[in-house]
């Protein structure tokens, strides 16, 4: 068997999407690599809590400094590159990579490559609200002429509710379902909402979404499918997957 690298992960936030990470992560190596063989990486899973602790009193400061003391211990471990198994985090990622002891592959890059690559124009951004009301996806997907649209903001706090109430402790209901749904059909069909985002109102509706970025790793634990009613919905987490065992295989 050829030397594989080996991949650091920090994981954890939330627990449920970090299982996915890991069964992704192994389907994806083994449908590339028919050798039977499997992928061996590490998995330092982080409290929860405190991160959403920073985030709660603006202190990404202490976030920084809080997931660069986690992934110190990745290399020790015998990773050569990482990744951060959430979106949230990635508030800090600029900081964290110049700092971080080894290359960290960014779930906010890896998904605008792929939407990229599909010829994406316009998407929504689903996540919690700290990264719906925050600015590190529309930096990243401006770079390349995708627009970004956020829920209006009864929706954003439906969305963020339900993510950490329900989806971060493992509760998948089919009325929680049907309303994130509604939120994407709402989203498709508004034509001049002023409210709808500061970034580019302007032109939206006039052609619709492309597709949906779940860009809370949770959310495709509850929104399975591939689209809805003709809009794409996009799993940044098991993008960020395809991603990090390409990297494992280079």
Do not use: W
Not at 53 to 81: H, Q, V, Y
Not at 189 to 208: E, H, V
């Amino acid at each position: 068997m050829e030397a594989m690298k080996t991949l650091g992960m920090i994981g954890g936030v939330g627990p449920e999407s970090t299982i996915d990470y890991y069964k992704n992560i192994i389907a994806i190596y083994r449908e590339r690599k028919k050798d039977g063989h499997y992928p061996q990486f590490v998995i330092n899973s982080i409290d929860l809590q405190k991160g959403i602790d920073f985030l709660e009193a603006d202190n990404l400061a202490g976030m920084t400094e809080f997931l660069l003391s986690e992934i110190d211990k990745l290399p020790r471990a015998g990773a050569a590159f990482g990744i951060i198994a959430a979106n949230t985090p990635h508030i800090v990622f600029d900081e964290v990579k110049a700092k971080s002891p080894i290359p960290f592959i960014s779930i906010v890059e890896a998904t605008c490559d792929y939407a990229k690559e599909r010829n994406f124009k316009r998407l929504a951004l689903f996540g919690t609200r700290y990264t719906m009301q925050a600015d590190f996806y529309q930096k990243v997907f401006k770079r390349e002429g995708i627009e970004l649209f956020v829920p209006e903001k009864e929706d954003q706090d439906y969305i963020h509710e339900k993510y950490f109430a329900e989806l971060v402790p493992g509760i998948f209901l089919p009325e929680t379902r049907a309303g994130l749904l509604a939120i994407v059909d709402r989203l498709k069909s508004k034509i001049d909402s002023p409210s709808l985002t500061a970034t580019s109102a302007r032109s939206y509706g006039a052609a619709g979404i492309d597709g949906v970025l779940l860009a809370g790793t949770e959310l495709a634990l509850i929104l399975r499918d591939e689209s809805h009613n003709g809009v794409a919905l996009l799993d940044t987490g098991k993008i960020h997957c395809q991603a990090a065992v390409a990297e494992m295989l280079s």
